[in-house]
């Protein structure tokens, strides 16, 4: 069996983490800091991958509150986060950790598989962990990680910022839940949208924002100077294509082209909407995912 990370380096001081649960947290390392957006499934301890790419003070945050994105917090001493995502935490801590685990259990067993954790995973511990300490985030926040630490807690200041800086905005943007926050990195010139924005859209949970503020706020995203996108669930960078199409597929959508869906964790009913592509999408994507609910649109 390889390692249980694999780690993809996306641009000179970037790098996916991606774990065989399906999901990747980022790592984005600057002259004097580095910053970790996500932290996994938490099956095993990422902050040891984190710390063979670099020593630097790290800065963490979450894009939500999903356990596939915050599970790993418990690796962590501190947490910066959407206070407006509290409450999907809380659900996904409390509740949702047993159907996670439940869930890949019965699909690994269904394809012959062994678990999907490493040999030495302690469940219980994992149940219980949570996270430290939070600390949270402001819209507009930025941090800098060519700075020392005590500098990086500022909002974004277009006059001030230089090559010299390696600044990290977090922009909230209510959407797949009501406390996703994206993260652009300035230099890069790459936007960290965790679940908010993918060719799978999951808007479909009690926590998920009204699918028309979602498209609104995300047409805001246009001030930025984005070069490329890496959500989640990605293993590759993907361009900024589906930025402005998926708007548009938000606005063809309707309840006659939709179809039941069901969650398949917690058999919460919603509605699927599928946009076909027709070769469009220069990532080579044939399809757009909506899950949407019709009371929350
Ligand atoms: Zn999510």
Known sequence: MGEYFKVFQLAENVYHIYEPGG?????????????????????ADISAVVRKITDLPLRV??????????GGNRFFNKVWMNPADKATYKDYQKHQKPLVAALFESKRKAAGKGPIWPEDFDRMAW??????????????????????????????????????NHLIEAIFMPGHTVGSVMFFDWKNHILFPGDDLDYSLWMQFDT????????????????????????SHKKQLLSTWILKRMPEAIEHLSLEKSR???????????????????GESPDGQDTIYITYQINNM
């Open 208 to 231: 998920s924002a009204p699918l028309y503020t979602y498209k609104k706020r995300l047409q805001q995203l246009e001030q930025y100077p984005i070069e490329a996108i890496l959500p």
């Open 61 to 70: 945050v979450n894009t939500h509150g999903h356990t596939d994105h915050a």
């Open 260 to 278: 039941r869906f069901f969650h398949p964790r917690t058999g919460q009913p919603g509605w699927l909407y599928k946009e076909p592509l027709n």
């Open 127 to 164: 149940y219980e962990a949570g996270t430290k300490e939070f600390c949270w985030l402001i819209n507009g926040q930025t941090f800098d990680l060519d700075a020392p630490e005590e500098r990086c807690n500022q909002t974004f200041d277009f006059e001030e910022a230089s090559e010299e």
């Open 23 to 43: 999901v990747g947290s980022s790592l984005i390392v600057g002259r004097r800091q580095a910053m970790l957006i996500d932290t996994g499934y938490g099956f």
